[in-house]
């Protein structure tokens, strides 16, 4: 089905993405991988050509360019000529927006336009090793100290994590409230502030996952993002857009599974035939192709109803887990569908496979998102009423 969602200034756009992928992020794919990591002007020449950040205003050196579809056509293209492991949507759209939306006046002057360039590159810490889906049982906790904060503390498994400048720390300032947390922007070089080892993943190798620890680092009052005490509905506020990114992203990678599959099985023989020619295999991309039609449809609804800053929480759940679990079986058929070479590291689908494999677990595992919506039909143990009530 054709999408209908694209005006042709999106076409442009997605035309010099993707010259501007094929041209400075593929030929390095390999070695990034290698190295654990993307190199540090992946984000610079990303930021020259005015790729990261692109809803900043004007005034903090943005194109002032809210629209989410641009977002999408970025990560559809980077999906398929690109590396997911270079997190410049997680930049962009995840962690900048606090500082966009959130930050003074001041902040938003000191910080924006050098996340905007790339000289600045942006992660957000909420997890820690006893902490991940539920929050409120994060131990980071900042003490109010007069002229600055001292924070404490350690988190776990955070993207951009070797590389980041800026981090956006999530740690507990009122411990009467299991909510009474806020957020910090931790600055690279604040003395106490150490990162871990680059950790070893089963995929999404150019990415660089660390752990953070905060030895009584001194966090000026400037630093505090928002306000005091309200981090978790801060928090709460951009999870939305996390998962409309994630559910983007991850039907990008189907897509593109699906694209470089469907040509392997056009030229590979077997029994005389083109394995795409057996009934099992026309009916296995028959389905693929259904269920990344239908998923589509709702994705990019969900695009133009963020645009109008009407996108449920409920909604964002449930095409991120619609689409996560999608991309999960199609990467799967599709490592099926190449045999053998599938399972080999020279066949891009095997990457996309271990990959895949977490976006049903980060930004909210699927089983948060199926919490979520089943909270939004009425199904609300904490609520007590029954389904008549809901109704
Ligand atoms: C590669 C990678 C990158 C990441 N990047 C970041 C980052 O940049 N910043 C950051 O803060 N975090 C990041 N995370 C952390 C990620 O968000 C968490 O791993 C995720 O939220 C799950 O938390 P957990 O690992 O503590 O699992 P747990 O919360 O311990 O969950 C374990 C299992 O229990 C299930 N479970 C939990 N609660 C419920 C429930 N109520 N009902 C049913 N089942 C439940 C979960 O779904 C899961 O299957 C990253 C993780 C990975 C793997």
Avoid at 7 to 31: G, N, T
Avoid at 72 to 77: G, K, P, R, T
Avoid at 337 to 346: A, I, K, Q, V
Wanted: charged share 30%; proline share 2%; net charge negative.
């Amino acid at each position: 089905m054709d999408r209908n969602i694209f005006e042709e200034e999106h076409e442009m756009f997605r035309d010099a993405a993707r010259s501007f992928l094929i041209k400075e992020v593929q030929p390095h794919v390999d070695r990034w991988a290698e190295q654990e990591v993307v190199d540090r002007d992946a984000f610079l020449k990303a930021g020259e050509q005015g790729l990261l950040c692109m809803w900043a205003d004007e005034e903090y050196g943005g194109a002032g360019v809210k629209d989410f579809r641009y977002e999408q056509i970025l990560m559809e293209e980077n999906a398929k000529y690109g590396d997911v492991g270079f997190f410049m949507f997680l930049h962009s759209r995840l962690v900048g927006p606090y500082i966009g939306d959130l930050g003074t006046e001041e902040q938003k002057m000191r910080w924006l336009p050098k996340c905007v360039s790339g000289e600045y590159v942006l992660a957000i810490a909420m997890t820690e090793p006893g902490a991940g889906s539920d929050i409120s049982g994060i131990r980071t906790r900042a003490e109010d100290k007069g002229d600055h904060f001292l924070l404490n503390g350690s988190k776990t498994f955070i993207s951009n994590g070797i590389l980041a400048d800026l981090v956006i720390v999530v740690a507990k300032t009122n411990s009467d409230n299991d909510h009474g947390m806020s957020l910090f922007v931790v600055e690279r070089g604040m003395e106490g502030f150490e990162r871990g080892k680059n950790l070893k993943k089963m995929g999404m190798h150019s990415q660089d996952t660390a752990e953070l620890f905060f030895n009584n680092v001194k966090v000026p009052k400037e630093n505090l993002l928002g306000e005091l005490n309200r981090g978790f509905y801060h928090l709460m506020h951009f999870l939305a857009e996390e998962r409309l990114l994630s559910a983007v992203g991850s039907l990008a990678t189907a897509e593109a599974a699906f694209a470089i599959t469907f040509d392997y099985a056009c030229e590979r023989l077997a029994f005389g035939r083109r394995i795409a020619d057996f009934q099992v295999n026309r009916f296995k991309f028959a389905d693929m192709r259904t269920e990344m039609d239908v998923a589509q449809a709702f994705v990019d609804r969900c695009v133009m109803v963020h645009n109008d800053g009407e996108l449920s929480a409920d909604d964002a759940a449930k095409a991120k887990l619609y689409a996560t679990e999608l991309e999960d079986r199609v990467t799967d058929t599709c490592v099926q569908l190449h045999g053998g070479n599938g399972y080999m590291d020279e066949y891009p689908i095997s990457r996309m496979y271990t990959n895949a494999r977490v976006s049903r677990i980060y930004a909210g595992s699927s089983e948060i998102m199926r919490e979520i919506i089943a909270r939004s039909i009425g199904l609300d143990p904490r609520k007590k009423k029954s389904h008549h009530d809901a109704a």
